[in-house]
């Protein structure tokens, strides 16, 4: 592994840090599910990812009865946080531990601050599905390696938002869905889009039907499909030609096995202008489908600094 925590964009190879990642990814299966448990649905499951924070993830304001609680994965401290409305706060070190034993000390934590976590406790979109309680399986924490997949996630979730901000249509906001692990950031076309098949390992069909139930074009950062990870973009439905584009930047590529287009994160780290690259093959794929897919896209796209060359405003209002 690199030493390469103070970088803007670190390099962080998949193979040296497997096992921190599966346990990582199984710790914010528990956490998500908790946020879930408690936020009203919102379309296509807004309401259960995680949020890249100035210091990890977070599930920001979940509501609870009449107020409200937050946990935060802390990777720079590398403690978990529980901060309730009342005041009531709690935390623990985050340290090589069972996910079984993650498991029990956040429902322990959750219990004294008078919070109730009524989950369904086996995780997601993995195969075997080991019910948190009994997985001794996955127990590993590499700090430094934490750090700087978070560190990853902060570049990414930067490079996103501002791709995000150039469209007007119904778009997601930039969120870490922790059944997948990956940060994603989905735009609509407006139409709907036929049932989708379902599939996914140890998720309801139903799942699937919710979230791509309307014509979409995503893309997102996870950490798989190169060798430190890779950025990706698909559509839903596929339009005809779709996989035959050629997007930019140079290393980026159509994966049969994925199905979608992958631009691998050491290409991405190694240009001059990293973001730039990255948005490139942002925008490139974009179009692919919105092209493609014939959607409107004077209607659901704009500039974001449109209000930057405006006449002046009178003083006082400029902000």
């Excluded at 140079?250 to 050491?266: D, I, N, W």
């Amino acid at each position: 592994m690199n030493d390469s925590s103070t970088t803007n964009w670190p390099s962080l190879r998949v193979s040296d840090w497997t096992h921190t990642r599966d346990t990582l990814h199984m710790w914010t299966q528990i956490v998500g599910k908790i946020r879930m448990a408690h936020a009203p649905l919102v379309n296509h499951w807004w309401q259960v990812p995680l949020y890249v924070s100035p210091r990890g993830l977070t599930t920001s304001t979940v509501p609870y009865r009449s107020g409200a609680f937050e946990i935060e994965f802390d990777l720079l401290g590398h403690r978990l946080e529980i901060r309730s409305s009342d005041g009531g706060t709690r935390a623990f070190p985050l340290r090589p531990m069972t996910v079984a034993a993650f498991y029990s000390r956040v429902l322990d934590l959750l219990d004294e601050l008078a919070i109730q976590a009524p989950i369904r406790p086996v995780p997601n979109e993995v195969d075997p599905a080991i019910p948190f309680a009994e997985d001794h399986e996955h127990a590993s924490y590499d700090a430094e390696a934490a750090t700087l997949f978070w560190r990853q996630l902060l570049q990414a979730n930067r490079v996103i938002g501002e791709f995000r901000s150039h469209f007007v249509g119904k778009v997601s906001p930039v969120h870490f869905f922790w059944g997948g692990m990956d940060l994603a950031c989905t735009r609509f076309s407006g139409r709907s889009a036929p049932e989708h098949p379902g599939g996914v390992p140890n998720c309801g069909d139903w799942v699937m039907v919710e979230g791509y139930s309307r014509e979409l074009s995503s893309c997102g950062f996870w950490p798989g499909g190169g060798e430190e990870g890779a950025f990706y973009s698909y559509a839903y439905p596929a339009p005809e030609g779709f996989a035959e584009q050629s997007p930019g930047p140079e290393g980026a590529y159509y994966s049969t096995e994925f199905q979608q287009f992958l631009f691998p994160y050491e290409a991405a780290r190694s240009t001059p202008d990293p973001d730039r690259a990255v948005a490139e093959f942002l925008r490139s794929t974009y179009e692919a489908a919105a092209n493609l897919g014939h959607w409107d896209r004077p209607a659901l796209e704009d500039d974001p600094r449109r209000w930057h060359t405006s006449p002046a405003t009178p003083e006082g209002d400029e902000n």
